[in-house]
C-alpha cells in the first residue's frame, strides 16, 4: 500500500522530461511534450545534458538525435555508468529501418524507440508508461536506501552498546587498579598519569591508534594484584627484608592471576602488563627474569612509564625528583632496565611527557598552592 | 588579522591570570565599565537579526580554537577525554568540572567576565548545563523580554567543544535579563535534536532591545549592576568586539560604524544632562569615566581633531582600525548632536599608541 502511493505521489508531480534534439528540430516534440503536461527542460550538446541532469535529475530522458548527429550512445552510456542517473529510463528517437544503430543503443542501455516522424499521441502513451518505470524505480532505490540507512543505525547502536559495556567493565578495574594504589600511596592519580604516559610512548613508537588505546586503558591495571599483599608489607615505612620483598614480588603473579582467561582484548593485555612490567630488559627483573624482546612490548613501555611516574610523585618516603634528575635516571638505566627503543621513543617527546607533568601538577594541586600556577609562559611562543 | 587578535586577548587574558601581565593602559588602568561592551554587542544585535547567530558562531570558533591551545599548552594529554560519551557519568562530570574550574573559570572571574560553573552533566544524551554568574553580557538590563548573552552562549560551547573535542551547540535556558537569577546555559551534541531547536529559538529572538540611556545613568551614578562589580577586563572589550567582525571583517565595520551612530544619537541627552557641560565637554567625560580612554580635543567644529589616548579597543598588542569603527560611528553622533553640526569621519589613523580621529561637518 505504502510502495502504491509513494509510486501514485512520483506521478503526481509535474515530471520532468528532458530533451536532447537540436534547436532546429525541437518546436515539434516539446510542444507535443508540454501539451501533455509535462515540464521540460531541452540540451542542445551532450555535455549540457550530462550537466542539466546533474542539476535536477529527470524523470525521462527523451534523446532526438538522429538528424543532429548528436551522440546519443555515448551520453546513454554516461549516463547508465552513474548511480545517481542510472535508473532514469532513456528514449531515442531514431529512422524506423536503422537496425544497425538501435542495436548500439540498447547495448548502451536505452529503454525504449519512438520512430521519427513522432506523433503526439505516441509520445504521450509512451512517456506514461516510462514514468510508471520511473517511479518504481525510483521507490524501489529509495526502499534500498531505507534499508541501508535501518542497517547503518542498527550497526552504530550495537557498536555504542559494545563500547559502553567495554567502558563500563573497564571502568570497573579501574576502580579495583585505583583501589590497589589508594592501598599503596594514598593516592589513585598515578594509574592515570602512568597509562596516560604508556599511550603517549605508544603513539610515539608509531603503534596504531587501536593499540595506543588498548594500552591506555589496560596500563592502569599493572599493579592490581597489590590487593593480594598484606598490609603489613606493602604500607610498612622502613626497607622491605628478603622475605618481605619476595612477598611483594608476587604482585606480578597475583595480578595475573586476577586478570587471567578474560573474553576481550583489553583485559588480557592488562593480564600481560600485570605480569612482565617488573621485568627487565637485561633480565635481571621478576616475576620470570624475561630478557629483551622475551618481554611483552606493552610490559616494556608500562615498565618506563610506571618508573617515570614513581620517580616524578611524591610518597611517603620521598619528594618528587626534579623533570631533569628524573630523565638522567631513565637514560642511564636505558639497555639495561628499559627497552632501549622505548627509550627512544620515550625520549623523542620529552617536551610533550615535561607539559603533561605540569598538567597533572596543575590538576592535583590545592587552589592557591604554588603547582596551580602552572608556567605557562611558552603559550606566547607562537 | 582578526583571528590574531582575538588570540592575543586570550593569550593576555591567560597572562593576567598567571600573573604575567604588566599594565597596559599606565594612565587609566586595564579595566572599563562593563556597559562599554555590553552596549556594543546589545546595539549590534538590535541592528540586525542576523547578528546573534554571527556573533554566536564567532565566539565559538575563537574559544573552540582558544581552549585547545590552553590544554595543549598546558599539557593535558591528547587522549585525555578520550571516549568521554562512555565514560561513568559522575567520573565525567567531576573531570571536566575540575579542569573547567580550574582553568577556563579562573581566567574568567579573573577578567571579572563572571564566574562560571558546570552544574550538571548527562553521558547520553550529552547535555552539560553550566551557570554563569554575575554574567557581563547582561548585568545591569532588567527589562529584555529574550535571554541575550549570545556571545556567552558561543563561547561556553566553544570551550566545551575545544575541551573534550566534540561539535557542541549549545543555548540559554535563564538569563539575568529577563529575571533570571543567573544566566544558565545547556549545551550538547549538535547533533541532538532537542539541542538543535533549542539553539534555533534562542538564535532567532523575534526581536531583542533594551534600554541602553537607563542601562548607562546606572554606570554614569556608579550604581553597582553586580556583587563583582561594574568593571571588567579591557580583554574582554577586544575579544567581544574582535568576534563581531571576524566573519567579515570590512562589512561587519561598516555596520559597526552604523550601529555605533545609531547609540551615540541616544545616547547624547543623556550625557548632556548627567554631565550638565556644554558642547562636547560630556564626550570626553564619559568615555574617561567609564575607562575607554582619555582624550585630548583640537580645533573647532570646523574640523574637529581628537587625540585618543590608551583607547581600550585599540590597546597592547591590538591596532586594528576596525576595532575602532565602533567607536568612531558612536564619536561621529555624538559630536553632531553635542555641536548642533552634523559632522561626519574624516580622518582616522594610529599616530604611535594613540589614534587620531577628525571630524567635519557634513557635506
Known amino acids: ?382 | 588579522m582578526i583571528d590574531n587578535i582575538i588570540d592575543q586577548a586570550w593569550a593576555s587574558m591567560l597572562a593576567s591570570v598567571l600573573k604575567k601581565r604588566g599594565v597596559s593602559r599606565v594612565e587609566i588602568g586595564d579595566e572599563i565599565d562593563l556597559y562599554i561592551p555590553q552596549s556594543r554587542l546589545l546595539s549590534l544585535v538590535e541592528s540586525d537579526p542576523a547578528i546573534p547567530g554571527l556573533l554566536y558562531s564567532s565566539a565559538q570558533e575563537s574559544a573552540r580554537r582558544n581552549a585547545g591551545i590552553i590544554v595543549n599548552k598546558l599539557g593535558m594529554p591528547p587522549d585525555y577525554f578520550w571516549k568521554f560519551e562512555y565514560w561513568p557519568k559522575a567520573r565525567a562530570f567531576t573531570t571536566l568540572e575540575k579542569i573547567v574550574n580550574r582553568v577556563f573559570a579562573s581566567i574568567m572571574s579573573h577578567a571579572k567576565e563572571g564566574n562560571l560553573k558546570v552544574t550538571e552533566l548527562n553521558i547520553e544524551p550529552l547535555r552539560i548545563n553550566v551557570t554563569f554568574d554575575e554574567c557581563v553580557e547582561c548585568a545591569g538590563i532588567t527589562d529584555s523580554e529574550y535571554a541575550l548573552c549570545y556571545y556567552h552562549a558561543g563561547t561556553l560551547s566553544g570551550i566545551l567543544s575545544g575541551l573534550i573535542d566534540r561539535d557542541l551547540d549549545g543555548f540559554e535556558t535563564s538569563c539575568h535579563a529577563c529575571g533570571g537569577a543567573s544566566c544558565d546555559f545547556n549545551i550538547g551534541d549538535k547533533t541532538d535534536k532537542f539541542i538543535q531547536a533549542g539553539y534555533e529559538t534562542y538564535i532567532n529572538p523575534p526581536a531583542v532591545g533594551a534600554d541602553l540611556a537607563s542601562r548607562l545613568e546606572k554606570s554614569l551614578n556608579n550604581i553597582p549592576v553586580r556583587a563583582i562589580g561594574n568593571m571588567v577586563d579591557i580583554n574582554y572589550l577586544q575579544l567581544a568586539m574582535a568576534n563581531t567582525l571576524l566573519s567579515d571583517p570590512e562589512n561587519a565595520a561598516i555596520n559597526s560604524f552604523e550601529a555605533g551612530s545609531q547609540l551615540g544619537r541616544r545616547l547624547a541627552p543623556v550625557l548632556a544632562d548627567f554631565y550638565g557641560r556644554e558642547g562636547l565637554q560630556s564626550v570626553g567625560d564619559y568615555y574617561f569615566q567609564l575607562g575607554v580612554f582619555g582624550v585630548e580635543m583640537k580645533g573647532d567644529k570646523s574640523r574637529l581633531k581628537l587625540v585618543i589616548k590608551e583607547c581600550a579597543v585599540s590597546t597592547g598588542a591590538v591596532k586594528a582600525l576596525e576595532m575602532t569603527s565602533f567607536l568612531t560611528g558612536e564619536l561621529q553622533s555624538l559630536t553632531s548632536e553635542l555641536t548642533g553640526t552634523e559632522m561626519v569621519l574624516e580622518e582616522s589613523r594610529f599616530d604611535g599608541d594613540n589614534l587620531l580621529l577628525a571630524y567635519v561637518p557634513a557635506g
Not at chain 1, 538501435?102 to 548502451?108: C, F, I, M, V
Open chain 1, 1 to 382: 500500500m505504502y510502495r502504491l502511493a509513494k509510486v501514485r505521489w512520483f506521478l503526481e508531480e509535474k515530471a520532468k522530461i528532458l530533451i536532447l534534439c537540436s534547436a532546429s528540430n525541437q518546436p515539434p516534440v516539446e510542444t507535443a511534450i508540454h501539451s501533455a503536461g509535462y515540464q521540460v527542460i531541452t540540451a542542445v550538446s551532450e555535455e549540457e545534458a550530462l550537466h542539466k541532469v546533474k542539476e535536477d535529475v529527470p524523470n525521462v530522458i527523451l534523446m532526438d538525435v538522429m538528424i543532429t548527429g548528436l551522440d546519443g550512445i555515448t551520453l546513454t552510456r554516461r549516463l547508465k555508468e552513474d548511480d545517481v542517473t542510472a535508473a532514469v529510463p532513456v528514449v531515442m528517437i531514431t529512422s524506423g529501418t536503422d537496425v544497425e544503430n538501435r542495436l548500439k543503443a540498447l547495448d548502451a542501455g536505452v529503454d525504449d524507440f519512438l520512430t521519427s516522424p513522432v506523433e503526439e499521441i505516441e509520445i504521450r502513451a509512451r512517456l506514461n508508461s516510462l514514468l510508471k518505470v520511473n517511479a518504481y524505480n525510483r521507490q524501489l532505490l529509495g526502499y534500498g536506501k531505507d534499508i541501508e540507512n535501518e542497517v547503518a543505525r542498527r550497526t552504530n547502536e550495537l557498536t555504542r552498546a559494545f563500547e559502553r559495556i567495554k567502558i563500563a567493565s573497564l571502568d570497573t578495574v579501574y576502580r579495583l587498579s585505583r583501589a590497589a594504589e589508594y592501598k599503596d600511596e594514598d593516592t589513585g592519580a598515578h594509574v592515570e598519569r602512568m597509562s596516560h604516559y604508556s599511550s603517549a610512548i605508544a603513539r610515539a613508537m608509531g603503534h596504531d591508534e587501536e593499540f595506543v588505546e588498548n594500552i591506555l586503558w589496560a596500563a592502569p591495571m599493572h599493579d592490581i594484584g597489590k590487593i593480594g599483599i598484606p598490609d603489613n608489607v606493602l604500607q610498612k615505612p622502613g626497607k622491605l627484608d628478603a622475605e618481605e620483598w619476595d612477598i611483594m614480588k608476587q604482585h606480578t603473579i597475583i595480578g595475573g592471576e586476577i586478570l587471567k582467561d578474560a573474553d576481550t582484548d583489553f583485559i588480557r593485555l592488562a593480564q600481560e602488563i600485570a605480569l612482565s612490567h617488573h621485568e627487565k630488559w637485561n633480565g635481571s627483573g621478576y616475576p620470570y627474569g624475561l630478557k629483551g624482546n622475551d618481554i611483552p612490548l606493552t610490559g616494556r613501555i608500562v615498565a618506563l612509564a610506571d618508573v617515570f611516574d614513581a620517580l616524578t610523585s611524591e610518597r611517603p618516603y620521598k619528594q618528587p625528583f626534579s623533570l631533569e634528575k628524573a630523565l638522567a635516571i631513565i637514560k642511564e638505566d636505558s639497555g639495561s632496565h628499559f627497552d632501549p627503543d622505548v627509550s627512544e621513543a620515550f625520549f623523542s617527546i620529552e617536551n610533550e611527557i615535561a607539559k603533561e607533568l605540569n598538567f597533572w601538577k596543575f590538576m592535583s594541586a590545592e587552589p592557591d598552592s604554588p603547582d596551580s600556577e602552572i608556567d605557562l609562559s611558552n603559550l606566547f611562543d607562537d
